[in-house]
């Protein structure tokens, strides 16, 4: 937590002038909820039962029952609307070993929503800013 999602809630938070805060991983709750007993804090297969029990009432089921999610960057979108066209223009135009009609059909194929190539097409992005630079 420490150093991959604690850092970049903070960055996130700390651009946008918002502050986030992280309850539970208060230290007093931490040293509490390491004296309870497996039993409690996990029943059956279910884990946060402790939390479920406490607060499971008034929170909607689909809340409750929805799946863990972390923290992905929105590529596809990114590089689905025009905000990074100048860097896409770039990628298209520059020698990095692909032939640009192949980066041009991936970078359409991604606006169109085909297919999520937005991973690759940042890989080859910073690939090219990597050849730029040296």
Do not use: C
Request: hydrophobic letters at 45%; aromatic letters at 8%; glycine letters at 6%.
């Amino acid at each position: 937590l420490p150093d991959d999602m604690l850092v970049k809630v903070d960055r996130m938070t700390m651009a946008h002038s918002l502050e986030a805060r992280v309850p539970f991983l208060d230290h007093r709750l931490i040293e509490y909820m390491v004296g309870v007993s497996k039993t409690v804090k996990m029943e059956g297969f279910e884990r946060k039962s402790v939390l479920r029990n406490a607060i499971g009432s008034k929170l909607p089921p689909e809340l409750l029952k929805a799946p863990k999610k972390g923290f992905a960057v929105p590529l596809r979108h990114w590089f689905a609307n025009d905000a990074l066209q100048k860097e896409l223009n770039a990628l298209q135009k520059n020698d990095i070993g692909m032939h640009p009609g192949v980066i041009s059909e991936l970078i359409e194929d991604n606006r169109n929503e085909k297919f999520d190539y937005g991973n690759f097409i940042w890989m080859l992005m910073v690939l090219n800013k990597s050849i730029e630079s040296n």
